[in-house]
């Protein structure tokens, strides 16, 4: 439940970076940094294929609890935020896709 709240509310704040097209991991950091705290928080570069290619964007990922997070991305098109548990490999931030 909690991580369903705190993911509306990244969305909510992602989508209105992405209107203003500042969507790169060192402008959406702050954002999330203050909607996640004292939460852990991994911002990175949007990653498209199988993680060898950047896109304009961010990828995300924030701790909730011991066992729930929210991940997502913005990009110029949209933002999207997942609630989910932990990835056994990467923990909040979605693995690299395979090929």
């Given at each position: 439940?909690?991580?369903?709240?705190?993911?509306?509310?990244?969305?909510?704040?992602?989508?209105?970076?992405?209107?203003?097209?500042?969507?790169?991991?060192?402008?959406?950091?702050?954002v999330?940094?203050?909607?996640?705290?004292?939460?852990?928080?991994?911002?990175?570069?949007?990653?498209?294929?199988?993680?060898?290619?950047?896109?304009?964007?961010s990828?995300?990922?924030?701790?909730?609890?011991?066992?729930?997070?929210?991940?997502g991305?913005?990009?110029?098109?949209?933002?999207?935020?997942?609630?989910n548990?932990?990835?056994?490999?990467?923990?909040?931030?979605?693995p690299?896709?395979?090929?």
């Amino acid at each position: 439940m909690r991580a369903r709240q705190k993911a509306t509310e990244v969305e909510r704040a992602l989508d209105e970076l992405r209107r203003r097209g500042t969507i790169s991991p060192a402008e959406v950091r702050p954002v999330l940094a203050r909607l996640a705290a004292p939460a852990r928080l991994s911002v990175g570069a949007l990653l498209i294929g199988t993680g060898a290619d950047k896109a304009e964007g961010s990828t995300y990922g924030i701790w909730i609890g011991e066992t729930a997070c929210v991940t997502g991305a913005v990009s110029k098109e949209r933002v999207w935020a997942d609630a989910n548990g932990h990835y056994p490999e990467t923990g909040c931030m979605p693995p690299a896709s395979a090929h």
